[in-house]
């Protein structure tokens, strides 16, 4: 199998928006054709949360401090997910990772390296 490639990350000012996009190059065996796709945050010192998360049959799964704010889609055709984060504040400042969960295999999953967000206030 392949690697989860994520884009996206940056510096961005208070109340701006950021698109983040992770592909999926390589997951196209049967093991990986149900899956979910999410992007989870971790800030310095802390643990990794899920932000939000979004299956190949399109349903969707928000963290609280992500709605509203945050919209996570896919194209399944592409085995990518995006998020697009909005009204960004200094707490979203961290590293963002993308993960793919296989529904076909249980606990099978693969992370992606993780991209910068850096939120200025």
């Known amino acids: 199998q392949g690697r989860l490639v994520e884009s996206g990350g940056g510096l961005v000012a208070a109340g701006g928006s950021l698109r983040l996009s992770c592909s999926a190059p390589?997951?196209?065996?049967?093991?990986?054709?149900?899956?979910?796709m999410g992007w989870y945050f971790q800030a310095p010192g802390k643990e990794r949360d899920l932000v939000a998360e979004?299956?190949?049959?399109?349903?969707?799964n928000y963290a609280e401090s992500a709605k509203g704010r945050f919209t996570i889609s896919r194209e399944n055709g592409k085995n990518t997910v995006y998020l697009q984060m909005n009204s960004l504040s200094p707490e979203d400042t961290g590293v963002y990772y993308c993960?793919?969960?296989?529904?076909?295999?249980?606990?099978?999953?693969?992370w992606g390296q993780g991209t910068q967000v850096t939120v200025s206030s």
């Open positions: 993960k793919i969960l296989s529904l076909i295999r249980e606990n099978y999953y693969v």
């Open positions: 979004i299956s190949t049959g399109g349903r969707r």
């Open positions: 390589g997951f196209s065996t049967s093991l990986w054709r149900s899956n979910v």
